[in-house]
């Protein structure tokens, strides 16, 4: 790497190695994160009951996925748990932000920030183990609630809602504060302001944060875990328990009808914000036209 | 109801709502399982639950708290040998991840403005199918026969692998240290590369031209002028790594085979295996005082970053 140094040029290395292993780098990072996904999806159509073993196409796989009663329950429940839990999460998130955007000082807000921000990281055996404890405590005491779905959404409430608040928060910070600002000036009550001004503004961030919330409620093992009851296991405790024995061909026909879901939803969703952007700076473009 | 109608006036001002209803979630919600944590930590097992550490006898309120948990702790050296080796494993996947991820995002900034978005949206598709069977893929990878098996046996990096110990013997990769690792930078790698790549793609690239017309040679201007600039970055992604693999559960528990010793799985087995509340609750404590200190800087982070971005 020494050869590429001697060029005077402001990038790190001379223009064409530089190119091309800046291009190679990039592709084995790529490379590295999608493989398993292919890998996943290509043995999900392997006719063999072993494993890593290509003995032709098949959809069998999918056939006993049809019938198979445990995943296909796990899978309703864990849709409507990451439907309350989007929603819900969108909603304190959203408050969160506010709270955390537009009030620069009030009582405990070191605290409040720190509190929203550390659920990010803070690993999810302590988030569950902790929440179960108290919700335990609480039960003893007043003898609900009953653990089984409810309090699954009350763990992934608290994961969903740290991450809400990030993605509406980083959107809250880029508004310009003067359009609210003229708004109130020209008489909109505060509640006007918000639902007139400043909630179309940000409705791409809050799309994306109800998206990433509903795709990790859906996805959560942890929490689920130490939070559920009998009758409510998830789709990821099923995989997981599964997974846990050994490879197994019908958690890979599952992985696959999940990652094409997703998939065709993120190219919908990705169209859907494109498409609300460009209408968005067309009105904007036509309302200067038609004031100029 | 004089307290219930102030309570009321005061919700009906937008900013107590705002501030409000969040916070007092978060606290009932997040703070007080902590505290109850901290007391079961405390408290002895009973026969089916724990005792309240607060009794009354004759008469007379009593407070027991049993140190017993913690003494245990201190002298069965595989709980001490367990939080090592899980520092040890979140280091190792830090460092890995930050050798892939650097370049990883410093290719990333300087790629042409019009295909940034598509290479931005192609690391975070990833993060949107589920966590749980990109881990499981990997279990097929390395198996015998898998992709990266094969790919492995063929360069001969097994021996060499093998030779340091991070695997039992050449073609076995399953249940190592090795799969443990992979499987932690795989799953954590877009947390690095996302920070990073937003602190270079911010970065004034005049300043690397200043440094070439003085004379500075490329690497030079790298080390001096990019890397110092990027240490925000370097902060914020290496955190978001190190602190959720301290305790991380699912991918030891599906890679790592019985021999990696983590402590979240020390603290699944005390709960689910063991039924020992105290014992899990105690693990949970000292879980929570060694990431304490990285956690504050991630905070003090987040929080600069906040306040530069007004």
């Known amino acids: ?292 | 109801m004089n307290a219930l109608t102030t309570l009321v006036a005061m919700l009906r001002r937008g900013r107590t709502a705002v501030i409000g209803v969040p916070f007092v979630w978060l606290v009932v919600f997040f703070l007080v399982p902590f505290l109850v944590v901290l007391k079961i930590s405390v408290s002895e097992m009973g026969t089916v639950s724990v005792n309240d550490i607060l009794s009354v006898k004759d008469g007379v309120l009593q407070l027991t708290l049993r140190g017993t948990s913690y003494a245990f702790l201190t002298q069965d050296s595989l709980y001490f040998q367990t939080y090592l080796s899980s520092i040890k494993y979140a280091a190792i996947t830090t460092f890995f991840c930050l050798l892939i991820g650097y370049p990883f995002s410093y290719f990333m900034a300087r790629a042409k403005a019009t295909i940034q978005p598509a290479l931005l949206m192609l690391v975070m598709l990833p993060f949107w199918t589920s966590f749980l069977l990109r881990v499981y893929a990997w279990k097929g990878l390395l198996d015998e026969n898998g992709w990266v098996w094969q790919l492995l046996f063929w360069l001969h990096l097994d021996q060499g692998l093998a030779t340091i110990g991070v695997i039992g013997a050449p073609g076995k990769f399953m249940n190592t240290p090795f799969s443990l690792v992979i499987g932690m930078v795989y799953t954590y790698l877009p947390f690095m590369i996302l920070p990073l790549y937003s602190n270079l793609a911010k970065m004034d690239l005049r300043l690397l031209e200043a440094a070439s017309d003085l004379g500075a040679t490329p690497w030079k201007a790298f080390w001096l002028i990019t890397v110092p600039l990027s240490k925000a970055g370097i902060i914020a992604g290496s955190m978001l790594v190190f602190i959720p693999c301290i305790g991380e559960f699912v991918i030891p528990e599906l890679l790592g085979g019985p021999q990696t010793l983590m402590i979240g799985r020390v603290l699944w087995d005390e709960f689910f295996s063991n039924n020992d509340w105290p014992m899990a609750s105690t693990v949970a404590v000292v879980m929570i005082l060694l990431i304490i200190v990285p956690l504050a800087v991630f905070n003090r982070y987040q929080a600069e970053a906040q306040e530069n971005a007004k």
């Open chain 1, 1 to 292: 790497m020494s050869g590429p140094a001697t060029h005077k040029k402001s990038t790190l290395f001379g223009a064409g190695f530089a190119r091309v292993f800046g291009r190679g780098w990039l592709a084995g990072g790529y490379i590295f994160l999608y493989l398993p996904i292919v890998a996943l999806v290509v043995y999900s159509f392997n006719d063999s009951p072993i494993p890593n073993l290509w003995k032709g196409f098949t959809l069998k796989w999918y056939v006993k996925l049809a019938s198979d009663d445990e995943m296909l329950g796990g899978l309703w429940l864990s849709l409507k748990i990451a439907f309350f839990t989007a929603t819900s999460s969108l909603v304190l998130g959203t408050l969160a932000a506010f709270a955390l955007v537009k009030y620069r000082r009030f009582f405990g807000r070191t605290l409040f920030s720190g509190m929203v921000n550390a659920p990010l990281v803070m690993p999810e055996v302590i988030i569950g183990l902790s929440l179960l404890l108290m919700l335990v405590s609480v039960q003893k005491a007043l003898g609900f609630p009953e653990r089984g779905a409810m309090t699954i959404w009350f763990g992934h409430l608290l994961l969903g809602m740290a991450y809400a608040t990030v993605v509406v928060q980083a959107r809250l910070q880029g508004l310009n504060p003067q359009l609210e600002e003229a708004a109130m000036d020209l008489g909109a009550k505060p509640f006007q302001v918000f639902t007139l001004v400043t909630l179309p503004m940000i409705s791409q961030a809050l799309m994306s944060a109800w998206l990433l919330t509903f795709t990790l409620s859906l996805d959560d093992v942890v929490l689920s875990a130490f939070l559920n009851g009998p009758g409510s296991t998830t789709m990821p405790l099923v995989i997981f328990s599964r997974a846990r024995l050994g490879l197994n061909p019908s958690v890979n026909a599952v992985a696959t009808v999940i990652i094409t879901l997703v998939a065709i939803g993120t190219v919908v969703a990705s169209y859907l914000i494109a498409r609300a952007e460009r209408e968005r700076a067309n009105a904007i473009a036509q309302a200067q036209r038609d004031d100029g």
